[in-house]
């Protein structure tokens, strides 16, 4: 079987904006996780998805810890890249930015990992290309992804034989 060649993170990242409307919001007028995991995911997806060209389905999502509240009326940013790549598996990373519409002041609001398997039509694991690393930056970034992706395999481990 012919090696897929690599491809590099840029062609797979992806930038996606959102207004927050009524719908959006809690009592408070400001915008409900959910929704923010929600559009996380969404973004993470189409991220793996332009990678792997397969479909693919949500293994994963680190902690996600909310640092500013995003309000009504605001547009939500939300800006993604690959930052690791298995033989089946991609993790993504997602910042998540809140801008003021009129000012167009902007906060860092919260961040988060997730990793995505590629499948084939009836559910199974399949194979992707590699991921080309062409900046010292991404470089270093593939590593914290490799340390992470140790700590979930360990965490999955013990779990597994706690169960035994």
């Known amino acids: 079987m012919p090696k897929t060649p690599g ?10 904006v959102q207004v927050v409307l009524p719908n ?19 973004v993470g997806a189409m991220v793996a998805l332009r990678h792997s060209r397969k ?5 994963s999502m680190e902690r996600l810890d909310f640092h500013s509240p995003i309000r009504l009326g605001d547009l939500v940013i939300l800006k993604a890249c690959l930052t690791y790549v298995g033989r089946t598996s991609m ?7 809140s801008e003021e519409p009129l000012t167009g002041s ?13 499948v084939d039509a009836s559910g199974t694991p399949i194979q992707i290309p590699p991921l080309v690393l062409n ?29 035994q």
């Open 7 to 16: 491809k590099p993170i840029r062609d797979s990242a992806t930038e996606m």
């Open 24 to 42: 959006d919001t809690n009592i408070f007028g400001n915008i409900l996780g959910g929704r923010v995991m929600h559009w996380i995911d969404l």
């Open 55 to 59: 479909p693919v389905v949500t293994a």
């Open 91 to 97: 993790e993504v990373q997602v910042e998540v930015f």
């Open 106 to 118: 902007r906060r860092h609001t919260s961040s988060a990992h997730l990793t995505y398997v590629a």
């Open 135 to 163: 900046t010292d930056d991404e470089k270093e970034r593939y590593q914290e992804a490799e340390r992470r992706r140790e700590r979930r395999n360990a965490l999955k481990a013990g779990r597994e034989k706690r169960k």
